[in-house]
């Protein structure tokens, strides 16, 4: 029995550490605006809580497959 409530526990602790964490992840849609050497300046619509200096994670877009005959 306490084994299977101790399994429980652990379960219900990795949910709420995966759902904190989805929720803490933020993001904005930027535009590339200039690339000066290692310097990017970025247009972003939404920047919310963003300020000078924060350090960021930038993924390329995805492209689409083109399909040919």
């Given at each position: 029995m306490t084994k299977k409530m101790l399994s429980l526990a652990m379960a219900m602790a990795f949910v709420a550490s995966t759902a904190t964490m989805s929720f803490a992840a933020k993001s904005a849609t930027c535009e590339v605006k200039s690339v000066d050497g290692?310097?990017?300046?970025?247009?972003?619509?939404?920047?919310?809580?963003?300020?000078?200096?924060?350090?960021?994670?930038?993924?390329?877009?995805?492209?689409?497959?083109?399909?040919?005959?």
């Open positions: 290692s310097t990017v300046t970025l247009d972003c619509k939404d920047a919310g809580d963003l300020k000078a200096g924060d350090n960021v994670k930038v993924k390329k877009a995805k492209s689409k497959a083109i399909e040919g005959c």
